[in-house]
């Protein structure tokens, strides 16, 4: 599986297993088999609620510790200094580890209270406790913000990234600043069975003996963007990690191009409340 290397020398692997939305044993379960299979790259939170279980089954896994990397996520109400810090601190007992690979703000606050956690990320980090760190639901301006006052810039910006939202400036502003972007709900979460209905995605998928979301999939993978699409079900799990051995021609990237829309499916980072 490919490997990108962040603007600090840390290397993340392309694809993970997301977990939004998988509880108790089905958190375990999803990831005790995606590790199984060949998947070293898991996606949490501290919302998702199932730190715990997400933990276990990399403990359970047997796999050494620095084989996986694991990413976990700090919630709009811990934004500020000590509470970002108290936060990760839970997060991180909650996964039974002893540090994480990336730890991202799950979604920007004011540009003061970003700025407030971000510094505490910076001093964790500094600490050896995040090996990477970053954000997520950031746009042009947050992260315009930001750069003002981080001392380290983000290593990863983690979006609503798919067909319908390729999010191509904002790929290109964050390449830009060595900031590599990260897919979320990159088979449109959701929408996943309007996404697979595509026409044009199913006539690609059969031209290549592939499935549309290997297809939907294989697109941002190949334009160097981190996906962690979710799956509870053993073999969609091990589909959407075959994505090797296949490569998508100019006339199938022309056509994919054109399913853009600007369809977002997630919160406005501009206009939320949680
Ligand atoms: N930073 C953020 O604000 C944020 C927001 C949302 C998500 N995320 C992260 O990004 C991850 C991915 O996003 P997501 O979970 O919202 O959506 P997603 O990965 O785009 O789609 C997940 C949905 O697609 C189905 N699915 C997965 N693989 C499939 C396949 N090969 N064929 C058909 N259906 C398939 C899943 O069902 P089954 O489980 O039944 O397979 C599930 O219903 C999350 O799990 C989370 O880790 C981050």
């Known amino acids: 599986m490919k490997e990108l290397q962040l603007n600090n020398g840390v290397t993340i692997p392309a694809i993970g297993l997301g977990t939004f939305r998988a509880k108790d044993s089905e958190a375990y379960e999803a990831v005790k088999h995606a590790l199984k299979v060949g ?15 997400v933990g276990q089954a990399i403990k359970d896994s047997q796999i050494p510790r620095e084989e996986i990397f694991v990413t976990s996520k700090l919630w709009p109400t811990e934004l500020g200094y000590l509470s970002a810090k108290k936060a990760f601190f839970k997060t991180l007992e909650r996964l039974n580890l002893d540090y994480l690979d990336l730890y991202l703000i799950h979604w920007p606050g004011t540009y003061e209270n970003n700025a407030e956690a971000y510094q505490a990320m910076e001093e964790l980090y500094d600490e050896g406790y995040i090996r990477a760190i970053g954000v ?63 026409e044009t ?74």
């Open 201 to 274: 995605l199913l006539e690609i998928a059969k031209k290549h003996g592939k499935t549309p979301g290997q297809i939907a999939l294989k697109y941002l993978y190949e334009r160097d963007i981190i996906v962690i699409p979710k799956s509870a079900n053993p073999s969609r799990i091990e589909e959407n990690l075959d994505l090797e051995g296949f490569t998508l021609d100019d006339d199938d990237d022309a056509v994919l191009a054109k399913l853009q829309r600007a369809r977002k499916y997630f919160p406005d980072p501009d206009n939320f409340n949680f």
């Open 39 to 53: 998947y070293r790259h898991i996606d949490t939170a501290a919302i998702y609620q199932n730190e715990r279980e």
């Open 136 to 198: 997520s639901n950031f746009s042009f301006h947050h992260l315009e913000h930001l750069f003002l006052t981080a001392r380290i810039i983000p290593q990863v910006n983690q979006v609503e990234t798919h067909l319908r939202l390729q999010n191509q400036k904002l790929q290109n502003f964050c390449m830009k600043h060595g900031i590599y972007l990260e897919a979320y709900a990159p088979l449109m979460s959701h929408f996943v069975h309007e996404l697979l209905a595509e």
